[in-house]
């Protein structure tokens, strides 16, 4: 009875951590290209430089996203390991 009450905490434990996952990964994706682009878009229209900060602004949330994507991959890793050893 023990292990089956065992077994449904860690089957949510990780329901619950995929659905962290991915809300975050979509969250860290989108939102910087999409202000990255606003952003850019608007200082060209501006100054007419299109496509000038445009192209500056996504390579820049490009990089920071790609940093960011590899923080959380490590820290989520982390909780994943830990998860599966204290449940």
């Known amino acids: 009875m023990n292990d089956h009450k065992d077994e449904k905490r860690q089957s949510a434990f990780y329901y619950v951590l995929a659905f962290r996952i991915a809300s975050d990964m979509i969250i860290a994706t989108a939102a910087p290209a999409i202000l990255a682009a606003l952003g850019g878009k608007a200082l060209d229209e501006e100054l007419q430089t299109e496509p000038l ?7 820049t949330a490009f990089a920071i996203t790609a940093v960011y994507i590899k923080h959380k991959a490590v820290y989520y890793g982390k909780l994943y390991e ?6």
Do not use: A, E, W
């Open 82 to 87: 830990k998860g599966s050893r204290n449940s």
């Open 53 to 59: 900060f445009f192209t500056i602004f996504l390579i």
